[in-house]
T-cell receptor, first 115, second 116 residues
Framework: AQKVTQAQTEISVVEKEDVTLDCVYETRDTTYYLFWYKQPPSGELVFLIRRNSFDEQNEISGRYSWNFQKSTSSFNFTITASQVVDSAVYFC????????????FGTGTRLTIIP | DAMVIQNPRYQVTQFGKPVTLSCSQTLNHNVMYWYQQKSSQAPKLLFHYYDKDFNNEADTPDNFQSRRPNTSFCFLDIRSPGLGDAAMYLCATNNPPEKGGSTEQFFGPGTRLTVL
């Protein structure tokens, strides 16, 4: 069985602060994929990043960075110099190896950036 | 732009009155998914189509049905909506790696269903 835990239900930070969203996962698959999605108030889920289980390289994309640590089953997401437009619910998700399976989502972290 | 489109964005129905939600895609993806997302919860997969093959999740109620008449369109039918079916319904698509795609799913904007 797969499980994703996002222990932080809500986070508020002042604009320009850095913030890290935590994600811990459980799976029995040896090959799996991890994702982060952003859900703004409009409701659409916006894909941010995919990481496969064999690639533990950290990734940076602009103000966003991701830290994947297989040893601790964690896939954390950091936003540096946060902006008001970053306010949203962020979901971490997990899938198996085949690409036509369900995404198992965490419960999400609601991030509020205070101007 | 290639995209996933859901109509309508907001749907109001009456208790017990059948309702159909629509999803279309211009991405030519093989797989189409329907997720239900209740307020302040994570999306939960109801079922998906891999081409014409229908895959139902074990805990999806019989009240929920789906049709995929062609590659581009997929419908979600709720035969007798109850108050507990009020939710956001999200359609997603992807091509699995074996079809030359990748594993991330691309979501439409969702249809928010209200049941009176």
């Amino acid at each position: 069985a797969q499980k994703v835990t996002q222990a932080q239900t809500e986070i508020s930070v002042v604009e320009k602060e850095d913030v890290t969203l935590d994600c811990v996962y459980e799976t029995r698959d040896t090959t799996y994929y991890l994702f982060w999605y952003k859900q703004p108030p409009s409701g659409e889920l916006v894909f941010l990043i995919r990481r496969n289980s064999f690639d533990e390289q950290n990734e940076i994309s602009g103000r966003y960075s991701w830290n994947f640590q297989k040893s601790t089953s964690s896939f954390n997401f950091t936003i540096t110099a946060s902006q008001v437009v970053d306010s949203a619910v962020y979901f971490c998700a997990l899938s198996g190896p085949f690409g036509n399976e369900k995404l198992t989502f965490g419960t999400g972290t609601r991030l509020t950036i205070i101007p | 732009d290639a995209m996933v489109i859901q109509n309508p964005r907001y749907q109001v129905t009456q208790f017990g009155k059948p309702v159909t939600l629509s999803c279309s895609q211009t991405l030519n993806h093989n797989v189409m998914y329907w997720y239900q997302q209740k307020s302040s919860q994570a999306p939960k997969l109801l079922f998906h189509y891999y081409d014409k093959d229908f895959n139902n999740e074990a805990d999806t109620p019989d009240n929920f049905q789906s049709r995929r008449p062609n590659t581009s369109f997929c419908f979600l039918d709720i035969r007798s909506p109850g108050l507990g079916d009020a939710a956001m319904y999200l359609c997603a698509t992807n091509n699995p790696p074996e079809k030359g795609g990748s594993t991330e799913q691309f979501f439409g904007p969702g249809t928010r269903l209200t049941v009176l």
